[in-house]
């Protein structure tokens, strides 16, 4: 069935440092990839997505790259600070029931030391 | 509201008894979700409506658990003779209607301690 994978499921990164994670997905058809971030106490909350008609997409200090080909998504961060330390969960977009449906990876705990 | 609103935000309960959650989605989201979340875990999908119907109700782990969509925006999700694994904090989503899949926007989720 569908499934979306996620690694690593903790990384630990000093200040400044780049941070990468990684989803593959297993539904050809998903066409929508977003990422969240999950802080300690509260809900997930968009950070940046991504269509299939696209290969990269950048927002300031984030970036998102698509290989439709290989099935797989990347999160990258640069210059990592302490605020980005959170879990954040990758997300596909499969077809179920004739709707679309989100499905999460398992999360990546990211801890940005000073 | 502007945002995804989720009742109550803590509920303690004793092991047998039955717990409703209660989702508001932002006006005129046709799809909603329900996760459950354990402790330090990833999200655990539940069920997914698009208006009043569930297509997949497949992430329900038991008999014991039932959600229902009224008028296409507030859901409740029922678990009847909670059990102590039943504790996690669950979290209810919306999206908009759109082709190929939407933003998700999530509540603060409905921490639920069975005691």
């Known amino acids: 069935g569908e499934n979306v994978e996620q690694h690593p499921s903790t990384l630990s990164v000093q200040e400044g440092d780049s941070a990468v994670i990684k989803c593959t997905y297993s539904d050809s058809a998903s066409n929508y990839f977003p990422w969240y971030k999950q802080e300690l106490g509260k809900g997930p909350q968009l950070i940046i997505d991504?269509?299939?008609?696209?290969g990269e997409k950048k927002d300031q200090r984030i970036a998102v790259t698509l290989n439709k080909t290989a099935k797989h998504f990347s999160l990258h961060i640069t210059e990592t600070q302490p605020e980005d330390s959170a879990v954040y969960f990758c997300a596909a977009s499969i077809v179920s029931g004739g709707y679309n449906k989100l499905i999460f990876g398992a999360g990546t705990r990211l801890a940005v030391h000073p | 509201g502007a945002g995804v609103s989720q009742s109550p935000s803590n509920k303690v309960t004793e092991k047998g008894k039955d717990v409703e959650l209660r989702c508001d989605p932002i006006s005129g989201h046709t799809a909603l979700y329900w996760y459950r979340q354990s402790l330090g875990q990833g999200l655990e999908f539940l069920i997914y409506?698009?208006?009043?119907?569930?297509?997949?109700k497949s992430g329900l782990p038991s008999d014991r658990f039932s959600a229902e969509r009224t008028g296409g925006s507030v859901s409740t999700l029922t678990i009847q003779r909670t059990q102590q694994e039943d504790s996690a904090v669950y979290l209810c989503?919306?999206?908009?209607?759109?082709?190929?899949?939407?933003?998700?926007?999530f509540g603060q989720g409905t921490r639920l301690t069975v005691v």
């Open positions: 409506f698009q208006g009043n119907s569930a297509p997949d």
């Open positions: 991504i269509r299939s008609n696209v």
């Open positions: 989503a919306s999206s908009a209607p759109g082709q190929g899949g939407t933003e998700a926007f």
